[in-house]
């Protein structure tokens, strides 16, 4: 089989897990039932998956003549695009409503400046071709459970979430704290579901420490306990944006600054646009 | 009738009454007065029996995310409780001075420490910080700035009392979601985990 539809079996396998864990997590009384529901949609799934498969394997090969099956087919045999998992990114402008964030300055608030980001940085993904989910698009209030739900359900290939902060110069990279656990464990409790995706969370913090430094903007990178962070089931990221003080040598620039932001915002796109490529390689 | 030795009887007895009244009265003044006097006397503060002693805080720097170990001389007490709330309140204190390389809110900051053994393990004990609202409201709000508060808190108590493995937060007694917004303060902190840590 394929490797590339190995990964889209495993990524069917840990949204469905993901989900049922969450699921569970409320109602305990009813785990047993529920852990069993998981199975069998994870065994529908795997099957469909497998199914699919089989139908598309005579259309991959081009090596001749395998015979047909003299079965009849129970559906018409529909022309079916190769089962090639997309490349989706998640972007989650923290905070929003009545939860403001940090206070940048009057009347700046991290809520509205995080969400400007994330259009800029989403309108500009999205001309380089590369699919985007946003947690948010107004100002509204939204739990945690709510952005982790929508970065497990899109099966992301990267998460970004965005902050800002007054304190600190340059660019914050965070990724969870969180003891990785081997890729083999396919139960992940919702609430530390990143413990999963360290691994590549800490590549993905590396490639965008790259960009930001050929940008020559001041980064920090460290490990935190923080949500939904916790909860993202994908290689994630929180991005916090603060001030360029002239404190590193660099030209001092404020946080409403449109070029630092331009900057930024830039060198968060090239990263992505490379981890996209690092990812197609990936087994 | 009452005869005259009765008269003279009970004259006595009033006399008497009345004269150890007086007496006692006065007596009771004079205690009071001493418990008062003794209470003026007594000192606001624990004299600093113990010898100033070598510290190490572990102190943030928000320029560049780092975390220095700086020595200081204090005098400690010795119950340990007690020896890591003012190592914290010292700590708390150096960052709420107008040159300090990591800014909090000038307030008391820590207002208890608790020690408790761990429940499964042979060594080690828990340090639960009881921060104040005041120092907690008054927090910069963001992911560096409130990890680095809480790495500097928990490196300070296992540097120097490394018996505490494991530290958790409370603010004014109740458990909070966060520092100012981002760093969880719900979770139990390993005081030699390195995996939560900022580097430049
Ligand atoms: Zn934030």
Redesign the pocket.
């Known amino acids: 089989m394929p490797s590339i539809e190995v990964r889209g079996d495993e990524a069917l396998v840990r949204h469905a897990i993901a989900v049922v864990t969450k699921v569970n997590k409320p109602c305990r009384r009813s785990r047993t039932l529920v852990v069993f529901g998981c199975l069998v949609s994870v065994a529908c799934l795997g099957g469909r998956t497998a199914g699919a498969a089989a139908q598309q394997a005579p259309t991959s090969q081009s090596s001749p003549a395998i015979p047909a099956s003299p079965l009849p087919a129970p559906f018409p045999a529909a022309p079916r695009p190769p089962a090639q998992p997309r490349f989706v990114v998640v972007l989650d402008a923290?905070?929003g409503g009545s939860d403001t964030?940090?206070r940048l300055g009057d009347p700046l608030l991290?809520k509205d400046i995080v969400l400007a980001l994330s259009v800029r940085l989403r309108s500009m993904l999205t001309a380089r071709g590369i699919a985007v989910i946003t947690t948010r698009e107004a100002d509204g209030t939204l739990l945690p459970v709510n952005r982790a739900e929508t970065a497990n359900h899109a099966l992301a290939a990267a998460c970004i979430s965005l902050?800002?902060?007054a304190t600190g110069s340059g660019v914050h990279l965070f990724t969870s704290s969180l003891p990785a656990t081997p890729p083999a464990s396919r139960f992940l409790p919702w609430q530390t579901a990143q413990s999963g995706s360290i691994t590549q969370s800490l590549r993905l913090s590396s490639e965008i420490n790259s960009a930001m430094a050929h940008a020559e903007v001041p980064v920090s990178l460290g490990r935190t306990s923080l949500q939904p962070l916790d909860s993202f089931a994908c290689p994630a990221v929180a991005v916090?944006i603060a001030p360029l003080s002239a404190a590193g040598g660099s030209q001092p620039a404020a946080l409403s600054d449109a070029s630092y932001q331009a900057r930024v915002v830039d060198a968060l796109a090239g990263a992505i646009q490379q981890w996209r490529e690092d990812w197609r390689q990936q087994p | 009738m009452i005869p005259r030795y009765q008269k003279i009887i009970f004259w006595i007895l009033l006399g008497a009454a009345i004269l150890m009244s007086i007496v006692l009265i006065r007596l009771r003044e004079r205690a009071h007065d001493r418990l008062q006097t003794a209470a003026d006397k007594m000192p606001l503060n624990a004299p600093p029996i113990a010898p100033a002693e070598t510290v190490t805080m572990l102190v943030a720097n928000d320029a560049d995310g780092s975390l220095s170990p700086v020595d200081q001389q204090i005098a400690l007490p010795e119950e340990p409780g007690a020896r890591a709330r003012i190592l914290l309140q010292r700590l708390l204190a150096g960052y709420a001075e107008p040159h300090s390389t990591h800014h909090v809110a000038a307030s008391t900051g820590v207002e208890e420490v608790f020690l408790m053994p761990l429940a499964r393990q042979k060594e080690g004990q828990m340090a639960v910080v009881n921060l104040s609202g005041a120092f907690v409201e008054g927090h910069p709000?963001?992911?560096e700035t409130e990890t680095m508060t809480l790495l500097s808190i928990i490196g300070t108590l296992h540097t120097n009392l490394p018996q505490i493995t494991q530290v958790r937060f409370v603010v004014d007694g109740q458990p909070r979601e966060t520092l100012a917004?981002?760093a969880d303060l719900t979770r139990v902190y390993l005081a030699e985990d390195k995996s939560v840590e900022v580097r430049r």
């Open positions: 923290a905070h964030g940090a991290e902050h800002a902060t916090e | 709000s963001g992911i917004g981002h």
